[in-house]
């Protein structure tokens, strides 16, 4: 396998790591107002969660490839764009599509880093434990923010908690994938639905 340039460097940098901060996230960040997440600062909270917790849910888990799947696991996104899971129905319609074509563009912008390609690829398969376990522990971090933030993008965008519980039904579904993690999940679900006022009030207008 021949040496990526000190030219290729510079492309995996301009062409991906950059773009990558540039990729928001629909998750504010209330302690720099009006700033809302993005894609590299997502996938470190992600791989640091993950890394700490995978020891407490099954000590078989690769730790290292825990870190190398939630390093890469939002690389296409780079070319399709963050779709969030509180979006209405119709602007999550193809984001398959969407995914599968920015895939196709970073497997011709990569060749000269065959192991991001292999582990997108890998995680994007869902066949090894780490794999579903990353997109598991990818599932709890925005409850985790938005119990935090007492609801605060809930009440912004006046989703109610019927409302809420509609839009994340497929997200809860893919959160189940792993037996260890969805226990979190369904705890954080029920702490968020257990407090009327991290959700919009009809009465409220």
């Known amino acids: 396998m021949a040496k990526p340039t000190a030219s290729d460097l510079q492309r ?16 504010p960040l209330l302690f720099a107002p009006g700033k809302w997440e993005n894609d590299a600062e997502h996938s470190w909270s992600l ?9 407490h849910i099954d000590s078989k888990l690769d730790v290292g490839k825990v870190a190398q799947f939630a390093t890469i696991h939002d690389l296409v996104e780079v070319h399709a764009g963050d779709t969030s899971n509180l979006a209405p129905d119709n602007k999550k319609v193809g984001k398959e599509a969407r995914e599968a074509a920015a895939l196709h563009k970073l497997e ?7 192991w991001i390609l292999t582990t997108l690829h890998e995680y994007e398969a869902q066949l090894l434990a780490e794999a579903v376990f990353v997109r598991s ?3 709890i971090l925005p409850l985790l923010f938005d119990l935090i933030d007492e609801g605060w993008l809930y009440k912004q965008e006046k989703i109610t908690r019927e409302e809420w519980q509609r839009r994340m039904a497929l997200h809860r579904q893919k959160a189940s994938k792993h037996s260890g993690v969805f226990k979190y999940y369904e705890q954080l679900w029920d ?3 257990a407090n009327p006022k991290h ?4 009465s409220e207008g």
């Open 108 to 114: 011709a912008d990569l060749v000269a880093f065959p």
């Open 199 to 202: 959700f919009h009030q009809e």
């Open 137 to 139: 522990v990818d599932k």
């Open 12 to 27: 995996l940098v301009r062409d991906i790591v950059i773009p990558f901060y540039q990729v928001e996230r629909h998750t």
């Open 47 to 55: 791989a640091l969660l993950a890394c700490a917790l995978a020891p």
């Open 191 to 193: 702490a968020l639905l």
